[in-house]
């Protein structure tokens, strides 16, 4: 059974420090990798997704890699701002496609001004 | 393009009533997934409809059910409410190929009291 880990749950960084969301899932063999985002009370906003046979997708100021195999990704997020407060999920789709996504419980993000 | 839809934004509902929620997918979007989040348990898929059929079904009890309709349209509903029903219940679309990704909408705040 597939799940996925996002630690630390919540973080507080300064304004324009880089961060990284970390996200780690038991089983490797994944169709892809979604990161989310999701503000108080909203749904949610997809912000970037890597297939399984890449690396890493870039979008901005943010950039996500991952690494099959030891079952990890990371969100990278340049020069944080405090409108990048919000909560980062990540999600797994299995190998077969076209199956749920299966979701890490978050990482709650607070970007002090 | 717009994006998906749900409706009603909230809803109180007493134990022991049912309850309709709506989702409008993305226009062409054929895949309309239903999930359910809660602080607890986070984000749970229930089911998946795609061409008016289930395709993927998670481990809820019966009184969750869903259908959908020709233009895509789908429906969740849940008999019997138990105050553990209380929960953001997000829908998600996708164009319905192989592992596309998906978009969610704004949610459906259900309170049961």
């Known amino acids: 059974k597939q799940e996925v880990t996002q630690i630390p749950a919540a973080l507080s960084v300064p304004e324009g420090e880089n961060l990284v969301l970390n996200c780690s899932f038991t089983d490797s063999a994944i169709y892809n990798l979604q990161w989310f985002r999701q503000d108080p009370g909203k749904g949610l906003t997809s912000l970037l997704l890597i297939q399984s046979s890449q690396r890493e997708q870039t979008s901005g100021r943010l950039n996500a890699s991952l690494d099959k195999s030891s079952g990890r990704s990371t969100l990278y997020i340049a020069a944080s701002q405090p409108g990048d407060s919000a909560t980062y999920l990540c999600?797994?789709?299995?190998?077969?496609?076209?199956?749920?996504?299966?979701f890490g419980k978050g990482t709650r993000l607070s970007v002090i001004a | 393009k717009a994006g998906v839809t749900q409706t009603p934004r909230y809803l109180i509902k007493t134990r022991g009533q049912q309850v309709t929620l709506s989702c409008s997918p993305i226009s062409g979007h054929r895949s309309v997934s239903w999930y359910q989040q809660t602080p607890g348990q986070g984000l749970q898929f229930l089911f998946e409809y795609f061409s008016e059929t289930q395709r993927n079904k998670g481990n809820f009890p019966g009184r969750f059910s869903g259908r959908q309709f020709s233009n895509s349209r789908s429906e969740m509903n849940v008999s019997t409410l138990e105050l553990g029903d209380s929960a953001l219940y997000l829908c998600a679309s996708s164009p319905g190929g192989t592992a596309s990704e998906q978009y969610f909408g704004p949610g459906t705040r259900l309170t049961v009291t």
């Open positions: 999600a797994v789709m299995r190998n077969s496609g076209n199956t749920p996504l299966v």
